[in-house]
């Protein structure tokens, strides 16, 4: 029985029936498999450096720059980046979670853990998202403006 894919939309690894995946700047076309295998992000997000900062992709290393002006300017204190939380039950760590940014607002005294959203929200995310707000400790998120 043949594929139904036709050969232009397949995987460009030998022999595999999936359909391949168009991310832009990448000439060879692979299925998510091959893609996630082959070292590079699977939704095509590029690491970032902003001064001596290393972040995950440019949305969120402009975020990181806006929130370094912000707490030279006093808006915000206490700013850490790459926060680790554990998701700890009866002793046994369940899962963990890392922030993009964790800082005090200074107009509210209050503790914000932010995350920077730039495209696909995945299940993984929902997930943690739910018990850390179930732990009384919500997460803001930062979305990227879409384009129109």
Excluded at 8 to 17: M, Y
Excluded at 28 to 53: D, M, Q
Excluded at 97 to 116: L, P, Q
Aim: hydrophobic share 35%; proline share 4%.
């Amino acid at each position: 029985m043949k594929s139904a894919i036709p050969p232009s939309e397949r995987c460009a690894r030998s022999r595999c029936p999936r359909r391949a995946v168009v991310i832009p700047g990448q000439s060879v076309r692979l299925c998510l498999k091959h893609e996630a295998s082959r070292g590079g992000s699977r939704y095509g997000v590029k690491k970032a450096v902003s001064g001596a900062r290393s972040y995950a992709s440019k949305w969120e290393a402009e975020r990181g720059a806006e929130l370094l002006l912000l707490e030279s300017q006093g808006f915000v204190r206490n700013l850490r980046f790459q926060v680790w939380f554990h998701l700890v039950v009866n002793g046994h760590k369940i899962e963990s979670y890392i922030a993009d940014a964790v800082f005090v607002d200074v107009r509210t005294g209050k503790e914000t853990i932010e995350d920077s959203k730039a495209g696909l929200i995945t299940d993984t995310y929902r997930r943690k998202r739910k018990w850390m707000a179930a732990l009384g400790t919500p997460i803001t998120e930062h979305h990227k403006p879409r384009k129109r």
